[in-house]
């Protein structure tokens, strides 16, 4: 199965922030994201490319018993697609930080966990690997030598930017880093290891279908127009009779 896991807990630390004014914060736990929440979030990720995936591509969010969520992706999304939309998910992430930035610890980045099954970004000898896909900033200091995938989120974090890379780690410990902008990059002398934790999805989920979003996309564009289908419907038959009714009178005075 290929799916983004994405961590919904945050964990809140005793002692002053590194802020204007420092604040006393208590350890303590709290849910950060509902299924509901990512369900949201990925309806609004379509609408930024309605036209790339087909209107069936559907996705099934799980809320594990720990609280993590599970996005479980069509078997269609391509590997760009996955990594697009872990950018995405991060993105949201990095927001949340910083409103949040004086209470808790960061949470762990999204990590995409896919077979490859296209060439789109790595190259064809890499079919059928598992690989992990998580975010990464363009610059030397992520390059190589970090130890963890939770250093490599703790320096993206520390620096407060949306990272504007991915990172792949296959089954085999070949890693690469991708921009968007040239082919993918080996990355040297990295201690990074794939890892996949086992886990049991729960029989509840939440649906996401391409289709029903666009859908939705087009009737609010309409609407905003002050075209609603039921207008639209009108608007097409009356430009039909009139057309109709054209014809009819040229075909009668051509009579």
Known sequence: MDYIRISSQRSAVSGQCMVAEPVEVLTAHSSQLTAKEVKDLLKDWIKLYPNSFAPDVEFK???????????ELHEDLSSMAVSLLVLYFNSIRQQDNKTTRQQVEPVEAPTAY???????????????????????????????HKESVAELVEATTTNNQN?????????????????????????????????????????????????????????????????TPKKMLIYLLCCAMGLSIGFLIVYFMSK
Do not use: H
């Not at 969010?61 to 996005?71: A, E, N």
């Not at 896919?114 to 990464?136: P, Y």
């Open 114 to 144: 896919i077979t490859i099954d296209d060439t789109e970004v790595l190259l064809k000898q890499n079919e059928g690997k598992r690989a992990m896909i998580f975010c990464s900033r363009k610059d030397a200091e992520t390059q190589s």
């Open 163 to 227: 990272p504007t890379s991915v990172r792949f780690i296959l089954e085999d410990n070949y890693v690469l880093d991708y921009d968007f902008e040239r082919k993918p990059q080996p990355v040297k002398d990295c201690d990074m290891t794939f890892e996949e934790a086992e886990f049991s999805l729960p029989e509840e989920y939440e649906s996401v279908k391409v289709g029903d979003v666009v859908k939705k996309k087009i009737d609010e564009i309409l609407e905003g127009e002050g075209l």
């Open 61 to 71: 969010i799980y809320q594990l018993s720990d609280g993590d969520i599970i996005v």
